[in-house]
């Protein structure tokens, strides 16, 4: 048998969408807390457990993080988004911004597992000074991290733009 990992709603899929159209698979099906692929000939099955639902979740909500502060642009400033790893159990996304002086802007939000509990930050920094800086919220259920971590993105995604026009204007 083979362990899937964040498969959620999996019968939702069943006889194409994204996943068939990309793997061939021409259904799913559930049957006693297995869910049954059927794609080119070969069956496949997968259970997927409470943690892999949880990491297919943290995974989807730092990808939306990821995606939204990506989506931030000036015409007059270069940026590049960027995700990291934050050791021991931890991830950081945003977008950096350089300003024709050099200097750098950073917008970014963090989730980490710490202590059994979930840390999420977030912060929009110029040179390492935090312009914005959210206080460090933390959520013994996921769903609760995820929730500030979607909120947190809006805080800091929101007076980008605002902050960057301020910063250019100090230059000129």
Same mark, same amino acid.
């Given at each position: 048998?083979?362990?899937? $990992?964040? !498969?959620?709603?999996?019968?939702? !899929?069943?006889?194409?969408?994204?996943?068939?159209?990309?793997?061939?698979? =021409?259904?799913?099906?559930?049957?006693?807390?297995?869910?049954?692929? #059927?794609?080119?000939?070969?069956?496949?099955? #997968?259970?997927?457990?409470?943690? =892999?639902?949880?990491?297919?979740? %943290?995974?989807?909500?730092? =990808?939306? &993080?990821?995606?939204?502060?990506?989506?931030?642009?000036? @015409?007059?400033?270069?940026?590049? @988004? #960027?995700? &990291?790893? /934050?050791?021991?159990?931890?991830?950081?996304?945003? +977008?950096?911004?350089?300003?024709?002086?050099?200097?750098?802007?950073?917008?970014?939000? $963090?989730?980490?597992?710490?202590?059994?509990? /979930?840390?999420?930050?977030?912060?929009?920094?110029?040179?390492?000074? @935090? %312009?914005?800086?959210?206080?460090?919220?933390?959520?013994?259920?996921?769903?609760?991290?995820? &929730?500030?971590?979607?909120?947190? +993105? &809006?805080? +800091?995604?929101? @007076?980008?733009?605002? /902050?960057?026009?301020?910063?250019?204007?100090? !230059?000129?």
């Amino acid at each position: 048998m083979l362990q899937g $990992s964040g !498969i959620r709603g999996a019968e939702g !899929i069943a006889g194409g969408g994204v996943v068939g159209g990309i793997c061939g698979i =021409s259904g799913i099906r559930r049957v006693n807390g297995i869910a049954w692929l #059927f794609g080119g000939g070969v069956i496949y099955a #997968f259970v997927v457990d409470s943690d =892999s639902l949880a990491a297919a979740a %943290l995974l989807a909500g730092l =990808s939306r &993080a990821s995606g939204i502060l990506a989506e931030l642009h000036h @015409p007059f400033v270069r940026s590049a @988004p #960027f995700a &990291a790893f /934050l050791p021991p159990a931890g991830a950081r996304t945003g +977008v950096m911004f350089t300003l024709p002086d050099g200097r750098e802007v950073t917008v970014a939000v $963090s989730v980490a597992a710490s202590g059994g509990v /979930l840390q999420v930050d977030g912060a929009v920094t110029l040179d390492g000074e @935090p %312009l914005l800086d959210l206080p460090r919220r933390t959520a013994v259920e996921l769903g609760d991290a995820l &929730a500030v971590l979607d909120e947190y +993105v &809006a805080d +800091v995604a929101q @007076p980008t733009g605002r /902050l960057l026009d301020q910063l250019l204007d100090e !230059i000129v």
